[in-house]
């Protein structure tokens, strides 16, 4: 079992910066993937960014370039560092990891709000 909480959301201008920030604790050594996913009012959830355990990364189209994902040494926190936010980002964001069983594991989301 992994438990997760994301923090770091809030209010941003278009243009800005934000670093979301995802606290993992369980059994985080059986974690092979982490990722974000974000989900926008009245669409579908998305894959953000993902971070495999042989340091493979994957982005999204609409956030390529832009943001980035990470993890701490500890391998218990997994960072998305997001800039150049623009209006379609805002969304609830949501961190996800898969354990090596394949079991999904999500946290309850953050609240990313890019408005002037």
């Known amino acids: 079992q992994v438990q997760l909480v994301e923090s770091g959301g809030g209010l941003v201008q278009p243009g800005g910066s934000l670093k979301l920030s995802c606290a993992a604790s369980g059994d985080i050594f059986s974690i092979a993937v982490r990722a974000w996913y974000r989900q926008a009012p009245g669409k579908e959830r998305e894959l953000v960014a993902a971070?495999?355990?042989?340091?493979?990364?994957k982005y999204g189209d609409s956030v390529q370039g832009r943001f980035s994902i990470s993890r701490n040494k500890a391998g218990n926190t997994v960072y998305l560092e997001m800039k150049n936010l623009n209006f379609e980002d805002t969304a609830t964001y949501y961190c996800?990891?898969?354990?090596?069983?394949?079991?999904?594991?999500w946290g309850k989301g953050t609240l990313v709000t890019v408005s002037s």
């Open positions: 996800k990891v898969v354990d090596t069983r394949r079991q999904d594991y």
């Open positions: 971070l495999y355990a042989g340091g493979q990364l």
